[in-house]
């Protein structure tokens, strides 16, 4: 499966759970779909922010719009886009600005306001309408210009959906989990659902909070041993324990090491790092992550274990099984760990 790519039932079939996870599918396959070369996304210009930036093989400037709903405001995006753009000539060396601009929108329909606005524009726009379809194959992404029946093009979506084991005495894991978890890996959504399992069965008191953003589980807002938030960004569910600090578990003596909202990173199967983050998603990243980014965009990397450091602590070394001979399941050893801390609570 393709990171980042998720879909959910809707009543009229199948769609992308949000705007960032169909413009995720349309950046990777730019050159598959419309056979331009991706230049830039989330491209700020004027203060105005242009979800696509392509060109094609004359160096010719693409602008893309995606909306994953009908958007009457659709056709003035892109329109002053264009302006932007040309005002300001970004990515000299490869656009070609003396060539005509592509300016497409994609979505899944179109308000009766986005016709009128081509209609009466000077400029012109390519209107093309997407659908998901699911067939003996898979899923599959269907792209139409408006008013036509053939397809342009038809491009297979690596998803597949979840499948739950029903847990005795374990409610079945709400609509808005299936949907952030329709983005991990199989291994993350097992590891995800195994949490949920062992921590709703500890106790009686333990419950599920539900909210827009976020799904707690503890007794009580202030008495919480899990939360799963979803990420933006990266389009992914993200883990938190209630666990000891690394400051206070690793360098542990006579004193009782401090509880804290850690936060958990994966590698695509198991856990591989943690950091304590006491409110939102925090701003540590992995070497990885930290490693991806323009060397002049990144900061001074202090080492540390508290929730000030700019990278979190390894598992092996958290847990101190670094030259362990079995193999730890993370999932399972961490959440009993946020189990027990929690019962010892009272």
């Keep these: 499966m ?23 599918f349309i950046w990777i396959n730019l050159k598959q779909l419309f056979g331009i070369i991706p230049l830039k996304q989330q491209y700020i210009s004027n203060g105005e922010i242009c979800d696509i930036l ?23 995006q892109l329109t002053r886009y264009h302006a932007n753009l040309l005002e300001e000539k970004p990515f000299s ?23 009128i606005d081509t209609e009466y524009s000077q400029l012109k726009f390519e209107l093309l309408k997407f659908s998901i379809i699911k067939d003996e194959e898979g899923f599959h992404f269907l792209l139409k210009e408006l008013g036509q ?21 374990i409610p079945e894991p709400p609509e808005l989990l299936i949907k952030w978890l329709s983005s991990c890996t199989k291994e993350e959504q097992e590891g995800f659902l195994k949490v949920r399992s062992k921590v709703l069965s500890c106790n009686r008191r333990m419950k599920e909070i539900l909210d827009k953003k ?23 569910p ?14 542990r003596d006579s004193k009782k090491p401090i509880i804290g909202r850690i936060r958990i990173w994966t590698n695509g199967q198991t856990i591989s790092h943690i950091g304590h983050i006491p409110e939102g998603l925090g701003k540590m ?15 001074y990397m202090m080492e540390s274990l508290s929730s000030k450091s700019r990278t979190p602590v390894a598992i092996e070394g958290y847990l101190r099984c670094r030259d362990s001979p079995e193999k730890l ?12 801390k929690w019962l010892e609570k009272g």
């Excluded at 399941?329 to 027990?340: G, K, R, T």
Aim: glycine letters at 4%.
């Design 285 to 299: 990243k992995t070497r990885l992550e930290w490693e991806q980014m323009p060397v002049e965009k990144r900061p």
């Design 238 to 251: 993200v883990l938190f324990l209630w666990l000891p600090t690394p400051n206070t578990y690793l360098w």
């Design 329 to 340: 399941d993370f999932w399972d050893v961490l959440s009993a760990l946020a189990i027990e």
């Design 149 to 169: 029946d053939f397809n342009l093009k038809k491009h297979l979506i690596p998803y597949k959906p979840i499948e739950i084991s029903a847990v005795e005495g």
């Design 2 to 24: 393709i990171s980042g790519i998720a879909l959910h039932k809707t009543p009229s079939g199948w769609g992308f759970i949000s705007e960032a996870a169909l413009e995720k």
């Design 93 to 115: 060396q490869e656009v070609d600005y003396s060539r005509s601009t592509r300016l497409i929108a994609i979505a899944p329909s179109y308000h009766r306001h986005n016709l």
């Design 214 to 236: 976020t799904i707690q589980y503890g007794s009580g807002k202030t008495r919480l041993c899990a939360e799963i938030c979803f990420q933006q960004k990266s389009q992914k």
């Design 54 to 76: 392509a060109v094609d093989d004359d160096k010719g400037l693409v602008i893309l719009e995606l909306k994953n709903v009908e958007d009457r405001y659709l056709i003035q």
